[in-house]
């Protein structure tokens, strides 16, 4: 049964910092395009960051300079740092894996206020 798992959200301060991480159980991830999404309540749920199989990353105009993406396929995890944390960053953060399926995690509640 393939799963996705994040961890490492929770309640920060303006300006603080988070890493988020994805594991990934019944899979191996290197083949696939991994990406973090979050949804903010009333919002679409939008992207934040992928990384492809091959390294390379985008990331939405809102957090780059500020949020990194990276992979370590022999962990089997994909892990979202996030610096200078702004109050619409708040959101439920999802991680995905996209190849020949489309998997989403349950999702890991990220809260910026103070």
């Known amino acids: 049964q393939v799963q996705l798992v994040e961890s490492g959200g929770g309640l920060v301060q303006p300006g603080g910092s988070l890493r988020l991480s994805c594991a990934a159980s019944?899979?191996?991830?290197?083949?696939?395009?991994m990406g973090w999404y979050r949804q903010a309540p009333g919002n679409l749920r939008e992207l934040v960051a992928v990384i492809s199989s091959s390294g390379g990353t985008t990331y939405a105009d809102s957090v780059k300079g500020r949020f990194t993406i990276s992979r370590d396929n022999a962990k089997n995890t994909v892990n979202l740092q996030m610096n200078s944390l702004k109050s619409e960053d708040t959101a439920v953060y999802y991680c995905?894996?996209?190849?020949?399926?489309?998997?989403w995690g349950r999702g890991t509640q990220v809260t910026v206020s103070s």
């Open positions: 995905n894996a996209a190849w020949r399926m489309n998997y």
């Open positions: 019944g899979m191996s991830l290197s083949m696939y395009t």
